[in-house]
């Protein structure tokens, strides 16, 4: 099946500091990715979803200046968490959707952990 | 508003067979997912129905009722491997996603 990764798949970094997270599509094009994070014992929380070489779209509640997203080719997205604060820490997860996948049939990545001290 | 309804948690013995329901209220719908997810991993896909009835794909089956709004996920022939949670989402009219909660399943010996 298609593969998507992730890095890192931990990271560990300051209260203020920027951390960048990747997802890239290995073997497929990715016309769009979405960001989800994940609080413990708790589901998928859509953030954002990106398409190729245009903005992303924040649901409801996402600021979009704390978190960068950049899809700027077909098989890379990034998210940029900025000045990062403990409450951020969470596992974000990213997963993509290529043409001619079956419907909504998403390829996740890995999941990154982020903690922030 | 939309909805999805899943058991928080079941509890199930290796070698037999479980059902893990899902209820959903969305706005359209163009089809309904099951995951799996294991702890501190991310979700893999299970199953898609879009058309009333049963899917079997091997241990796995998943069964649809639009009218009634109602899936479930029959996993056959419990494994201690299938210690996970279930995730079920809807795709609404547009083509979003929308996830429940998930179920954890405990599988015992």
């Known amino acids: 099946g298609a593969v998507v990764s992730q890095h890192p798949s931990r990271v560990i970094c300051k209260s203020g500091t920027s951390v960048k997270i990747e997802c890239r599509s290995l073997d497929f094009q990715a016309t769009t990715m979405f960001w989800y994070r994940q609080f413990p014992k708790q589901s998928l929380m859509l953030m954002a979803t990106s398409n190729e070489g245009s903005k992303a779209t924040y649901e409801q509640g996402v600021e979009k200046d704390k978190f960068l997203i950049n899809h700027a080719s077909l098989t890379l997205s990034t998210l940029t968490v900025t000045s990062a604060h403990p409450e951020d820490s969470s596992f974000y997860i990213c997963s993509a959707r290529g043409t001619g996948t079956e419907i909504g049939e998403l390829f996740f990545g890995e999941g990154s952990r982020l903690t922030v001290l | 508003g939309q909805n999805i309804d899943q058991p928080t948690e079941m509890t199930a013995t290796e070698g037999a067979i479980v059902q893990i329901n899902c209820t959903y209220q969305t706005s359209g719908f163009n089809g309904l997912f099951w995951y799996q997810q294991h702890a501190g991993e991310a979700p893999t896909f299970l199953s898609y129905?879009?058309l009333d009835g049963l899917e079997e794909k091997g241990r796995f089956s998943s069964f649809l009722s639009r009218s009634k709004g109602y899936s479930y996920l029959l996993l056959k022939e419990l494994q201690m491997k299938d210690s996970a949670s279930y995730l079920c989402?809807?795709?609404?009219?547009?083509?979003?996603?929308?996830w429940g909660a998930g179920t954890k399943l405990i599988i015992k010996p």
């Open positions: 989402a809807v795709m609404d009219s547009n083509y979003q996603l929308i």
């Open positions: 129905n879009v």
